[in-house]
């Protein structure tokens, strides 16, 4: 049944929104009460753990080697065939994860070393030693939750996998808001948040995969997993995750490495950089992520029925709706920097300074911010051809340019040279992805890229202006005193950059069915 592309990476960025407001929430309640000080950094230092193994095993090497083998095992072996391949990669999962999960508790200390090595010399040491003991199991939680989800998603049910991230949000918001109290070290309390959340994300993926009967079997004696270790579709996932685990391997390097260097700069470091994230994934999760998550699905069964046509067709649709989204969301951070910290940030332990050092983070993600979407819609052109060892190559370019660059950047910006390079690197990463499609042929020809830049500078340049203008108009720092102004404030410049931005596109030519696409 042809599905209405636009709508449903609507529906995900929807319940994306939901996701992102509930995380800012908690971002924050947790600058408010914390500030950005070394407990801050001890917690952001222990979950960035979890979270790049995340990355590494369930959103990285993993979702791009078992959607597309998943995609092509429904369109030949139907129901039957897939279920059986579902429950082999679920029974490996499991076990790995498991194993995983134990070594990283037992290992604790040397993963702080690595990861962090300068929180050593602050107070906080011994509290991010044990966040990290507390979060690590998040890890098996959340691969469990991305198997799901990329089962789900195949199938083209994206509400449930879209709508789990909430869930998280609001346990650490309730846990550090009813917990905090009850630790001698008050910052604990998200650490049991994080684990609260993991367990209800896989809960509600549940009940979504019995409906489609893909609930996974999972094997627990040694018949079962050596069965499942000589499946072929377990077989083929396998073989394509480990070009895949190094290419994402090199991807969380480069933050290992950074969050290395911020922890040996001045206390809070690791901190702004964190908020500054989190502002800057909003736009990447709303755009990127929604996109990428009906493309994928899509280009695999694409290319497994050979259809090069609707590929390039698949792919045009993707880049030119990333550049009408996430340009302006790109002047937003660059220009509109300080009213969006100051109205989410400066409450309670986070100060004026704190504001200023996010600020300047943000400028500098702002500078990559299309580069960073850009390669979530452009990568999985190639994972849906089970071609990952080409995106790996990239990689591995870029992590070595990028370090190059901060050691020019860092000396320079501090933190924020850390989030300049990593722009950057995304814009050389995209550039790459696209070169790569270019020489293959699988983007459409006389597209009418010219024309279409031509005219969606025009409406960039309109919200710039409001954008900076805005910026400028109140002390947003001086505002403190009176937040619901400051928070009406920054509604009103919001809404009035959407409506001139909006209003300038539909001058310029461009219409809403122009970016309508149905895709089998």
Request: aromatic letters at 10%; charged letters at 10%; a positive charge.
């Amino acid at each position: 049944m042809p599905v209405n592309l636009l709508s449903a990476a609507a529906k995900i960025s929807s319940f994306t929104m939901l996701s992102r407001i509930t995380g800012l929430l908690r971002e924050t309640l947790i600058a408010r009460t914390y500030g950005a000080s070394e407990w801050t950094d001890a917690f952001n230092v222990a979950f960035r753990i979890p979270n790049l193994l995340r990355r590494l095993f369930a959103e990285g090497a993993f979702s791009q080697a078992f959607v597309p083998v998943l995609s092509e095992t429904s369109t030949k072996e139907g129901k039957e065939g897939t279920a059986l391949m579902v429950g082999a990669i679920a029974t490996l999962l499991f076990w790995a994860l498991l194993a995983t999960v134990i070594l990283g508790v037992i290992g604790a200390p040397w993963i702080i070393f690595l990861v962090a090595s300068g929180i050593r010399e602050t107070g906080a040491h011994e509290a991010s030693l044990t966040l990290t003991r507390i979060m690590f199991p998040y890890i098996g939680l959340i691969s469990m939750v991305s198997l799901s989800a990329g089962i789900l998603n195949t199938y083209k049910k994206f509400a449930v996998p879209a709508f789990t991230p909430v869930l998280l949000n609001l346990s650490m918001i309730f846990s550090s808001w009813l917990l905090s109290p009850y630790f001698e070290t008050p910052i604990y309390a998200l650490g049991v948040g994080v684990i609260v959340g993991g367990i209800a994300q896989l809960a509600i993926q549940i009940p979504a995969l019995k409906k489609i009967g893909m609930l996974p079997r999972i094997g627990l004696s040694f018949s079962k997993i050596n069965q499942a270790w000589n499946h072929p579709g377990a077989k083929k996932v396998l073989r394509l995750m480990l070009p895949a685990l190094f290419g994402v391997s090199v991807a969380q390097l480069s933050l290992i490495i950074n969050t290395n260097i911020a922890s040996h700069l001045a206390v809070g470091s690791v901190s702004w950089l964190s908020y500054a994230d989190r502002l800057m994934e909003f736009p990447t999760a709303l755009l990127g992520v929604a996109i990428a998550t009906v493309l994928l699905p899509s280009l695999s069964k694409a290319n497994a029925l050979e259809d090069k046509t609707q590929m390039t067709q698949l792919i045009d649709w993707g880049l030119k709706l990333t550049f009408v989204l996430a340009a302006p969301a790109a002047l937003a951070l660059f220009l509109f920097g300080q009213p969006l910290a100051t109205v989410l940030y400066h409450y309670g332990q986070f100060t004026a300074v704190d504001v200023t050092m996010t600020q300047r983070a943000l400028a500098a993600y702002g500078v990559g911010l299309i580069g960073l979407i850009l390669i979530k819609i452009l990568a999985p052109a190639y994972y849906s051809r089970q071609d990952i060892k080409t995106p790996v190559k990239i990689a591995i370019t870029v992590l070595v340019l990028t370090q190059l660059a901060n050691i020019v950047l860092v000396p320079w910006l501090d933190h924020a040279g850390l989030a300049l390079s990593i722009g950057l690197g995304a814009c050389l990463n995209a550039y790459l992805l696209w070169r790569g499609l270019h020489k293959q042929g699988l983007l459409m020809k006389n597209a009418g890229w010219l024309k279409f830049l031509f005219k969606l500078s025009i409406a960039l340049v309109a919200i710039g202006v409001i954008f900076y203008y805005g910026a400028h108009q109140h002390d947003w720092l001086e505002l403190k005193s009176a937040p619901f102004t400051r928070i009406g404030f920054l509604g009103l410049w919001l809404a009035l950059a959407g409506g001139v931005y909006l209003g300038t596109l539909w001058i310029t030519g461009f219409r809403v069915k122009d970016f309508l696409y149905k895709a089998t």
